[in-house]
């Protein structure tokens, strides 16, 4: 029978992608592994690998179609022996384009109702813990078939993903029926993390009606940025800790230390040492070190350390993991590579989930100093601004001008209490203003 294959979730923050090019034809056969096309997700171009092999029999969603749904039928494959002519016109139907609309409720019932389109593909099963069952489309169907739970079946594809032979040599037992539940009246949905609350589109552009402006579409990434820090702004209870820090003791440091590193071709930033900071930091006051899970805080015991990259159209926050126990030379060395595909759209969704504390630093730009926003569900960021020629009181008492950059701390209240921020942002500066305590 043939096989739809649907359009995957290749990051955590997926719903919709581009299918940018497709990589095979109809009638290419592919063998598990094979990449099939490349798509872009809200934050990347990635890769599609085939989990079955079979023939190309029709590709339903063509190169370049933007906003097509995860899960969404993006072609169909062939087992052996099957022909275009066994592609049911059900599948062959094109997905809705992502700017069309619901459809009118009694639609709706029509569409369940329909036999065809019940059996198309099983829902993805769960287990009794209730956690999803990874396998692929024609692995479900034969399972149902045959009477089998897949929960008791081991799966050998990518990620333990049940395929077609785990299926066909299964001697699992036939799933249990469960008596259907009784009925009961959806519960009301919170409203979704969509785009930021406000006028309508219609609305804005009636206000602006005789003047001169372009209309500028919004793409995954843009989307995607809105939604999470509007979600950041109206569900994370920020507060704000502020630092000067002197920072001529780290200029002397940094400039004797690229002049004995130049003959490895390293030369470090002001940035590398601030993530080192942060890393220790998160080290030395350890109950800082703490992201928000909801109903509870999860302690992390490595430094993962966040550094946003403007990109074109918005940014990544990528990851430098186990901080604290790279040197100088190997957090440089890993941001530059990691900026560096941050900006070609090459980055893998593990080098820029997680982390429980970001860096973003605009000094660079000649900010002084501004608030940053948390970045869910880190428990909390830190704003770098420029460092600047002042006049300050010496410890003698005598006036002097030092190199001074300005820092803000934007705390998770629900992660991070005051006192303890207070803890981990002197931490940090302690770290700048002694940098060779770095080393030891």
Same mark, same amino acid.
């Given at each position: ?60 969603? *063509?190169? +370049? ?7 969404? =039928? ?93 299926? *066909? ?32 589109? *219609? ?58 590193? *130049? ?90 989930? +997680? ?20 970045? =869910? ?64």
């Amino acid at each position: 029978m043939p096989t739809e294959i649907l359009m995957p979730a290749l990051s955590p923050t997926m719903e919709e992608g581009t299918l940018a090019k497709w990589l095979v034809k109809e009638g290419d056969t592919v063998n598990s592994g094979d990449i099939l096309a490349e798509i872009e997700t809200d934050k990347a171009t990635m890769e599609f690998e085939a989990v079955d092999e079979g023939t190309i029999g029709k590709i339903l969603i *063509e190169a +370049g179609s933007e906003g097509v749904k995860v899960n969404t =039928p993006i072609a169909v494959l062939l087992e052996e022996g099957e022909s275009a002519d066994d592609i049911s016109s059900a599948s062959s139907a094109p997905a809705p384009a992502a700017e069309d609309k619901a459809p009118a409720k009694d639609e709706a019932k029509a569409a369940a109702a329909t036999p065809a389109a019940a059996s198309a593909a099983p829902a993805a099963p769960q287990g009794s813990d209730g956690k999803r069952i990874f396998a692929t489309p024609l692995a479900r169907r034969i399972a149902a078939d045959k009477g089998l739970d897949l929960a008791q079946i081991k799966g050998s594809g990518p990620h333990g993903r049940i395929v077609k032979a785990d299926v *066909e040599n299964a001697t699992a037992k036939p799933a249990e029926k469960v008596a259907p539940a009784a009925t009961e009246a959806p519960a009301a949905k919170p409203a979704a993390a969509g785009m930021p609350a406000g006028p309508g589109a *219609e609305q804005v552009i009636k206000m602006y009606e005789g003047r001169d402006f372009e209309e500028v579409k919004l793409d995954g990434m843009r989307k995607t940025v809105a939604a999470r820090l509007t979600e950041a702004k109206q569900t994370i209870p920020h507060f704000y800790l502020r630092r000067d820090i002197k920072l001529d003791a780290l200029l002397k440091f940094r400039s004797q230390l690229n002049k004995q590193l *130049e003959g490895r071709g390293v030369k470090l930033s002001v940035n590398d040492f601030i993530i080192k900071a942060c890393a220790l930091a998160l080290q030395s006051v350890p109950d800082a070190n703490a992201v928000w899970a909801g109903d509870r805080m999860l302690k992390l015991k490595p430094s993962d350390v966040a550094v946003a990259v403007a990109v074109d159209g918005g940014l990544f926050t990528p990851v430098l993991k186990d901080a604290e126990m790279k040197s100088l030379s190997a957090l440089s060395s890993e941001m530059k590579d990691l900026a560096k595909r941050a900006r070609d759209r090459k980055l893998a969704p593990h080098e820029y989930v +997680g982390g429980s504390f970001a860096i973003s630093n605009l000094g660079m730009f000649g900010i002084d100093n501004f608030d940053a926003v948390i970045n =869910p569900p880190h428990g909390a960021i830190l704003a770098v601004g420029s460092g600047v020629k002042k006049p300050v009181v010496g410890d003698d008492g005598e006036l002097t001008v030092a190199t001074v950059m300005s820092v803000t701390l934007s705390v998770d209240h629900r992660v991070i209490d005051g006192a303890l921020g207070a803890e981990l942002l002197k931490a940090i500066v302690e770290n700048l203003e002694n940098p060779m305590v770095m080393l030891a």
